[in-house]
């Protein structure tokens, strides 16, 4: 009777979890407010926002390629290195929360941080505005839009509307699973099945194919990582080496990977978390599979970086 009992709540658990992982595809237009858009992507482009006018957003997340870097860690202001490897910004919109260790709640809580972080930008926002104030052509255009024009409130609001656009639908997979069956190789919709079977998808769920949950770095054995992730904000023990799980949309072209960018290539990315977050092994056509799948996960380039010369 215990065992029935135990096998019935196992089936229950793996119902709950497969209710809660269902992947659909991203959205093909997003609400926006085209003026704070366009005047969000303006300062995204400038130096303006750094201490020493050197560094903008788009020197960390190049817009050109991945919405990240092609880097472990991106040097800041002065060459000091980022304690992290730079996420893509883009579909960042469909995350839970911001950052590694997930201290911004929202875009608007994340677009000002690197501004003020002393190894990034190493400004302060007092300095930025002052600045902006300064200049006459984002003082016209705060002023248009806004009735008290440049404050700390609007420049988060413009950067992080300009952030909204940076989606990429329609993957392979999207198209895939909004019904184009020949969307998808054969060894891609193998991949797929793999990733679900294996437990890949447990917390790579959701719009965002991840992007919505902590976990612990490391569940299996120990990778020896040197950050302490969610406990340099909650300083709880049990917040040790635990991350938000990134989106896998457009992983394929994000290298390096893990938020220390340990892992170089895809195959490796996926060895690493097959052993210290699944507790098992993968090679050969598996593997394979696996890759092709995730290399479906790449999507359309935003139309709004399109004009920059990008490439993917």
Known sequence: MKKMYFVLIIFLLQAIV???TELVPLPTDIKVNPEKVALGKKLFLDTILSKDKTLSCMSCHNLTHNGADILGHTPGIDGQLGYFNVPTVFNAVYNFRQFWDGRAKDLQDQALQPIANPVEMGNTIENALKDLKNDTQYVEAFNHIYTD???????????????K?????NSPFDRYLRGDKNALSANAIRGYQLFKEKGCISCHNGINIGGNLFNRFGIY???KSKELGRYEITHKEEDKYVFKVPSLRNVSVTAPYMHDGRATSLKEAVNLMFKYQLGRRIHGKDLRDIVSFLQSLTGELPEIVKDMNVRN
């Open 149 to 163: 024009g440049i404050t700390e409130k609007n420049l988060a609001d413009v950067l992080s509307e300009f952030e």
């Open 221 to 223: 054995g120990d990778p």
């Open 18 to 20: 497969l209710s809660a």
């Open 165 to 169: 656009t940076l989606t990429t639908p």
